[in-house]
């Protein structure tokens, strides 16, 4: 089994591309070194940075130099100060036998949102959502092709996406503030894209997306004026099953259009990554990353089939919650990313059994989340929980 950590460009650039990797190949036992490629903007803590401990990030940046493909689209996210470090760890880490993969966040994209916001979402109401790309928008998925297609042209061992969907309301931005009461309907309708581009796939398909709209526009409404939305144990796509569908083939086209784009480079999907992180809403205690994946517009079968399988998260302090997430994924998940620290883990012994259930999975590749953010102590216990 493959074994991988993620980290950014600036822990390469600050601590030393040596230093990291003696770190990552001698103290944490581990294969490779899985490199943010493009990355949204964020606020981070980094415990062990001799530069900076107080990080914020660049918004939309890339992290290597941009190629032929990139220069040809209309989006141009703009170069990271760090932009050296990708192509410099690729040579580094062949020298010692370690693989690199390139972690890539496509449509979470501020910077490009907001120079082009006619690529950005527009909720029900016409306004836009200047945090993210729209997996329909002709523009923005040219840029996913071409994005992926530079990266792979890197050399990298392959490509972890993250963002190929859509996002919804609550991804992320700045002080995020609801003093009206939302709950998890309201939230998911606010989050549905209704642009000209979405609403053209779902004429395309026999579906009338402006009456959703209307519909979706009515019953926002009339929460905003006090009246309560339906209690639910669990958000289903009710009378928006057909609009739903729609955007589920949307992603699914973009995600099959993105792999192929990056070639022979192995393509993985990073599985509801808003979701898990507790952007998206509607999922109760218990329920499964999977089963609410179709609030991202992802089906699960549909996209892993699209591309070289899914990475699934393993965030979860109870390893039987990680097990059950693994189940749900079936035979979609490939690989799986797991947080050895605070709030997921406790002790190596809790690790390792996490890394057991993806070990007796047969998964492909367990990761590790991450490098810069953690303390380096947590390698001690990657290498144990990895330790037969």
Known sequence: MDTSIFCFATDLADEGIATVLDNVEHRGGLGGVTVAAAYHEGRDVFPHNPVRRVRFLESGAVFFPTGQALRAARLQPPASE???ALPEVLAAAEQRGL??????VFLHNGSLAAAYPDCAPENAFGDRYVTELCPAHP?????????????????????????LHYLGLEHGYAHERYFVPLGPRTRYLLGVCFCAHCLDVARAQGVDGDAVRRSARDEIERVFAGGAEPAV??????????Y???REQVVTSLVAEVAEAAGETPFEFIELSG??????????????????????????????RACDGIEAIGYAADPERVR??????????????????????DSAEDLRAKVDLARGRGLRRVDFYHYGLM??????????????
Do not use: N
């Open 82 to 84: 760090a932009a050296h």
């Open 99 to 104: 693989a690199v993969r390139a972690w890539t």
């Open 139 to 163: 523009d923005a998925r040219a840029y996913a092709r071409a994005l992926a297609a530079d990266i792979a042209a890197l050399g990298v061992a392959g490509i972890c996406s993250e963002a």
């Open 233 to 242: 144990e669990e958000l289903d796509r009710g009378e928006f099953a057909e």
């Open 244 to 246: 739903a569908g729609v």
């Open 275 to 304: 979701a898990v992180k507790g952007y998206a809403t509607g999922r109760p205690t218990g329920a499964s990353s999977a089963s609410i994946a179709w609030q991202l517009g992802v089906d699960v079968d549909a996209v892993a």
């Open 324 to 345: 059950g997430d693994l189940d749900s994924y079936g035979d979609a998940a490939v690989s799986v990313i797991f947080r050895p620290s605070t709030p997921d883990c």
């Open 375 to 388: 303390r380096l102590d947590a390698l001690d216990w990657i290498r144990a929980a990895l330790t037969p």
